[in-house]
């Protein structure tokens, strides 16, 4: 008598073998691109070029501030999101739609309402961040666009509104 191999053995190897590697890839991630740290200037608008291509999310994670006073919030200056969308004949900069802001818990979005505000014939305000403490080191803001995007660069205005608060000094961006 021969020895005859379970029924399907390779079918059931392929089958665990797919589980392994989409349990492994799943907890990665992939896409994310690391595009450095960038310092924001104190007194002057600054614009941080990212030309990057085929993006879903931006994070900036906060690794800096300027410190005015001891004891103060933290707070963004004005962020834009300039660039290009995918599916346009032309590549006029335009700035950006964004779908979704998210912040990690010790942050605050100003006007998240109207960052975020959906009809395509409104103005769009700023993405504005302030902190709930004292300390915003090592905090991240998440940004989601409604689809896949060219980002030429980020602008940050100076707006000298908020000389009490500690300015943002520098961003360690990610993309997604």
Same mark, same amino acid.
């Given at each position: ?18 589980? $392994? ?37 931006? #994070? ?58 959906? #009809? ?6 700023? $993405? ?44 360690? $961006?990610?993309?997604?």
């Amino acid at each position: 008598m021969s020895y005859k191999p379970p029924k399907y053995l390779f079918f059931y190897l392929l089958i665990i073998t797919f589980g $392994i590697t989409l349990t492994y890839f799943s907890y990665t991630q992939l896409n994310e691109r690391d595009l450095g740290i960038y310092n924001v200037s104190n007194s002057s608008d600054t614009k941080l070029n990212l030309d990057i291509k085929n993006v879903n999310k931006l #994070t900036l994670e906060i690794k800096n501030i300027y410190q005015n006073q001891e004891k103060s919030l933290c707070k963004s200056d004005e962020i834009y999101v300039y660039g290009t969308l995918r599916n346009r004949i032309n590549n006029d900069i335009v700035r950006i739609r964004i779908q979704n802001i998210d912040v990690t818990n010790q942050l605050k979005i100003v006007s998240k309402s109207t960052s975020i505000e959906p #009809t395509r014939n409104y103005v769009h305000t700023p $993405i504005v961040i302030i902190s709930e403490n004292f300390d915003c080191i090592d905090e991240v803001i998440k940004i989601v666009f409604e689809e896949e995007v060219n980002i030429k660069y980020l602008l940050i205005k100076n707006t000298g509104k908020y000389k009490t608060y500690n300015k943002i000094k520098t961003y360690n $961006i990610k993309a997604y």
